[in-house]
């Protein structure tokens, strides 16, 4: 049998006893994952049968020592992954109006050595069951989401967490003597079927017992192991932290008294949820603040509520008329009756998944993907609103310059150049570029030093001269000497020389 299950586990650390909620993927022989993941079971029985298949057999052993890229750990590639990995959690959890987690940044260091060591012995949660390499047993409680053997790419943190959350489906509520219980609808306990869920929401009786995460990565060939360490600093207290030294792995310069507080990034707090103990994704309801993720700031400026309830029924990309569209004998598309209507001889449901494709006509060997031909019938029609559009303050605008102004008494130094901002108000479809050249006039993408491309997370002055060259929006200046460096294309010098 395959089945999803949260088990509780004691673990000894220091003589300090504590329990972890843990969601575990067991191996079965049957599709069990729920309905709407975004990775097929077949896909993921395909890269567990292949995660031995690197050099000597050793599981998860790098196979190669010069740094190619998807054979070392994620943090070498890019902070966009970690970034990711925070802002997946953070979408869904705003589908029922959940506050946004810090990204927890001290611990993922560690983290990455807890997924490495998961990896190399081929056992979920082993690092954490352990006690290994982070320093848990301040931020109770503590729990871990695992995506073991999981395909690695851009939208690996999406599919991955998106496929967690969607155990809700899973769940129903029941009345017990006269009080709501959740339970699996199969009948056995919630934690039986909805573990990653339940961590992702922030608990099985009600919500946000963690008010951050630390995401961890182990890279291995065309596979990737994903852990998603949730805790809390509510009970924290600083004279219980360890040092530095005694923390092997603690940040370069880390002192106790400079850990993260608790609380979280933004759009409320540990009261902010739901008014029932299972609410339906993305309800409006009458507690339901439409300015809640305004205040929100720095690189957790996002409309999450947006991209969790609008973007996924439909296509943000898409301008056209929202019909079902016919299809010829030569496989072309039509838009009036002219060709075949094989939208309304299918069984479709959003999101459209079965069948993703199809093939016509038959025995063509030409496949159409279905949400394209079908986009009424699979919702993935052009979205009538954009990111900030609703429940966000309007971007002030700059005061007019007076009519007449008064001349200064002292002419001003000139002021450096600005930069790219770091931190963009809507996120940056930028995985999309496959190449260097669309990459590089991509606003507010980078190539890097070998790819892939990825929203630019740093300012121009931050970046080296190879990266300052492949992004948009920077450019190297050279002479004089005194402002060589990276700066702004808009600010730099004609004459510049590189």
């Not at 199969?186 to 869920?197: D, I, T």
């Not at 850990?259 to 339901?288: I, V």
């Not at 094989?342 to 993907?369: A, N, Q, R």
């Not at 050279?478 to 020389?497: D, F, I, M, W, Y």
Request: glycine share 8%; net charge negative.
């Amino acid at each position: 049998m395959i089945s999803s299950y949260s088990t509780k586990i004691h673990v000894s650390l220091t003589s300090v006893l504590f329990v972890v909620c843990l969601a575990v993927l067991v191996a079965s022989g049957e599709d069990t994952l729920p309905p709407g993941s975004s990775i097929s079971w077949d896909q993921l029985q395909d890269s567990a049968a292949h995660w031995h298949d690197e050099a000597d057999g050793k599981v998860g052993e790098d196979s190669s020592t010069d740094g190619t890229a998807g054979r070392r750990r994620l943090l070498h590639l890019s902070d966009y992954y970690y970034e990711q990995c925070v802002y997946w959690i953070n979408v869904v959890r705003a589908k029922e109006g959940l506050p946004a987690l810090q990204r927890w940044k001290d611990f993922e260091p560690c983290a990455d050595r807890g997924a490495k060591y998961d990896a190399k012995t081929n056992v979920y949660h082993n690092a954490i069951q352990e006690g290994l390499y982070c320093d848990w047993e301040n931020y109770f409680p503590i729990s871990q989401n695992s995506c073991p053997k999981w395909h690695a790419g851009t939208d690996a943190n999406e599919s991955c967490t998106k496929a967690m959350w969607e155990e809700k489906s899973l769940l129903k509520l029941k009345t017990v003597d006269g009080k709501e219980e959740i339970r699996c609808k199969n009948g056995k306990e919630a934690g039986a079927c909805a573990g990653h869920y339940f961590n992702l929401r922030g608990g099985e009786l009600g919500y946000n017992s963690f008010d951050r995460v630390a995401c961890g990565f182990y890279a291995v060939g065309n596979q990737i192991w994903i852990n998603q360490n949730f805790g809390s600093a509510k009970k924290t207290r600083v004279q219980d932290l360890k040092t530095a030294d005694e923390w092997k792995l603690a940040p370069e310069s880390w002192l106790p008294e400079n850990y993260q507080r608790y609380g979280f990034a933004c759009g409320g707090n540990e009261d902010t949820m739901p008014p029932k103990l299972l609410a339906d994704d993305c309800a409006t309801t009458e507690n339901f603040n439409v300015m809640q993720y305004d205040g929100c700031a720095g690189s957790y400026r996002q409309d999450y509520r947006w991209h969790a309830c609008v973007e996924p029924t439909c296509d943000s990309t898409y301008e056209g008329p929202c019909e079902d569209l016919t299809v010829t004998s030569d496989g072309a598309l039509m838009l009036d009756s002219s060709g075949e209507d094989v939208c309304s001889s299918m069984d479709l449901k959003f999101p459209c998944i079965d069948p993703h494709s199809f093939e016509f006509p038959k025995g063509s060997k030409k496949w159409l993907k279905t949400s394209i031909v079908c986009r009424k019938s699979c919702q993935t029609c052009g979205c009538t609103t954009k990111p900030f559009e609703i429940g966000f303050t309007p971007t002030v605008r700059p005061t007019p310059e007076p009519t007449s102004t008064p001349e200064p008494t002292s002419t001003p130094e000139p002021s450096l150049a600005p930069v790219l901002t770091a931190e963009p108000t809507s996120r940056v479809r930028c995985s999309k570029y496959q190449g260097k050249g669309k990459c590089r006039d991509a606003t507010g993408c980078s190539w890097g030093r070998r790819g892939p491309c990825e929203p630019l997370t740093k300012t121009c002055e931050e970046l080296n001269k190879i990266i300052c060259k492949n992004a948009n929006g920077c450019t190297w200046q050279q002479k004089p000497k005194k402002l060589r460096g990276c700066h702004a294309s808009s600010e730099v010098p004609s004459t510049a020389s590189e």
